[in-house]
């Protein structure tokens, strides 16, 4: 992928959005391309968003690379919404991201859509402290310090944890930060919190005996979607792609669902975490596919509306603009656990 500043990109489409805008959806779902040949598809290179120990991993462990009928080209992210930036702007053409970053780009208008969704577990969706931080519940983190990636799903932990304890995020300070940097920050004390998900939990946890001050537990939806860009869907080959390629991601996430031990070994190797941490992250649980129904769509717009009765999103954010279910079908004939 060239070189871009994304994030750049993206601030500007959504100042350029501003409050009157969002909310607006587009009436009708987009015209679906018919599917092409076989020697079509061989032609195709479909440009792939991941993050750490992501589908890449997951599809290699699973043995659902080797017979892909056309190309995959992959790029590595640090989190959800600089994925989809690069989405919207046509430089990928899908990705897997948390269940907030959707909500911050159909805020943007972004030009992508949600394709398909997993629920995972929401026990690493976790506000961390070091061990030895006297912050003892969430109403604790008063006046504290948070470390977390703007827009990525641990924002939506944070704001979700501050309000079940009668808290806003205008009684912290958030530091937004990629995940690397807030781990750097939070061994060195520099930050008093930081708000992250597996396998960064289980890495703080066993590295550095960090202990989870709440977690996702009876707040979080658990959501993980897989999310395209519109070019791409427009696009005859892309889209017979893309059609392929997420129906394979669902088959992954059902065998790692029953092999947590092989699944933890090749994380572990393709991302170089300890061979412990992917263990214990597997072992927490993994994603697993959900039909991409109206009860997942009303969930995310509560978080939405979360986020803008925060004032952390400018108006109302319409999230059922964002859902495309072209490719429902073809994954519910991959069934569900």
Request: aromatic share 6%.
């Amino acid at each position: 992928m060239r070189s871009r500043n994304w994030s750049a990109v993206f601030a500007a489409v959504l100042a350029a959005a501003g409050v009157a805008a969002c909310g607006a959806s587009q009436p009708g779902a987009a015209p679906v391309p018919a599917e092409v040949s076989k020697a079509e598809l061989a032609k195709v290179t479909l440009k792939v968003g991941d993050q750490k120990g992501g589908a890449k991993s997951l599809l290699t462990a699973a043995g659902l690379l080797a017979d892909v009928p056309y190309k995959i080209e992959w790029s590595t992210f640090t989190s959800g919404p600089p994925l989809l930036e690069a989405a919207s702007a046509n430089a990928i053409d899908v990705g897997r991201v948390g269940n907030t970053p959707p909500i911050f780009a159909a805020g943007a208008h972004a030009k992508i859509a949600a394709v398909g969704v997993a629920k995972g577990p929401v026990e690493d969706d976790a506000i961390l402290v070091p061990s030895d931080s006297p912050l003892k519940t969430g109403a604790d983190l008063r006046g504290k310090t948070i470390g977390v990636a703007k827009g990525s799903s641990a924002h939506g932990q944070v704001l979700y944890s501050l309000r079940r304890a009668g808290l806003s995020t205008k009684d912290v300070k958030l530091s937004f930060l990629q995940p690397s940097e807030a781990y750097a920050a939070f061994n060195q004390h520099q930050i008093d919190a930081w708000a992250v998900w597996d396998p960064y939990t289980a890495q703080a946890q066993l590295e550095t005996h960090a202990r989870a001050l709440v977690d996702g537990r009876g707040v979080a939806n658990g959501y993980v979607f897989d999310v395209a860009g519109k070019e791409a869907l427009a696009d005859p080959g892309r889209n017979t792609a893309l059609r392929d390629y997420v129906t394979r991601v669902a088959k992954a996430r059902l065998w790692a669902n029953t092999h947590r031990a092989e699944w933890a070994k090749a994380w572990a190797a393709e991302t170089g975490l300890k061979p412990e941490v992917a263990a214990a992250a597997a072992e927490r649980g993994v994603e697993l596919p959900v039909p991409l129904d109206d009860a997942v769509t009303r969930s995310e717009q509560e978080l939405a509306d979360a986020f803008s009765d925060d004032k952390i999103l400018p108006g109302k954010v319409d999230f059922a603009a964002l859902v495309d279910k072209r490719y429902a079908e073809a994954l519910a004939a991959v069934g569900n656990p």
